[in-house]
């Protein structure tokens, strides 16, 4: 995801968050919130002289997808090789592929990885915090 993409994505977030929209329970609301915050930066981009976003619609796909599915960590999910994903605080991500562990290239962010584990525990019920720093979920299977 580009600079400006990551800006409007964050944005979007904090929104939704505020506003309570799930963009899995309502895509609609969350593709209004995600128009407005392009719309937004370019009109406050404009007015400082900043980077306008060139190819808008581009930008509000690549964000609508950031927030539907898990982000940088989809291509791992969707590959049916692999068996297991695991994250550890450095933000290097691990995954297991015919039982046996590697490290793959990908490294998140501290706010991307917060951001994953939050939408991924939202179905499992379960959570991360101070009182409880580590969580073990499955995400359910998709046939």
């Known amino acids: 995801m580009n600079r400006l993409s990551a800006l409007v994505a ?6 939704l968050r ?5 963009p899995s329970v309502d895509p609609d609301a969350a593709w209004r919130i995600t ?3 392009v ?3 370019d009109d406050l981009a404009l007015a400082r002289g ?5 190819d ?4 509000m796909r690549e ?3 950031s927030l539907s599915g898990f982000g940088a960590l989809q291509p791992l999910l969707d590959d049916p090789e692999i068996e297991e994903i695991w994250l550890n605080g450095d933000g290097r991500v691990h995954v297991a592929t015919g039982g046996a562990a590697r490290q793959t290239g990908l490294l998140l962010e501290e706010a ?4 994953l584990v939050e939408r991924m525990l939202q179905s499992t019920g379960r959570r991360v915090d101070i009182s409880q720093p580590f969580v073990d979920a499955s995400l359910p299977d998709v046939i």
């Open 10 to 15: 964050e944005r979007v977030r904090s929104r």
């Open 18 to 22: 505020a506003e309570g929209v799930d």
């Open 35 to 37: 128009r407005s915050e």
């Open 39 to 41: 719309r937004r930066h």
């Open 50 to 54: 900043d980077a306008l976003i060139e």
């Open 56 to 59: 808008e619609a581009a930008c």
């Open 63 to 65: 964000v609508l997808a």
């Open 112 to 115: 991307a990885v917060r951001d």
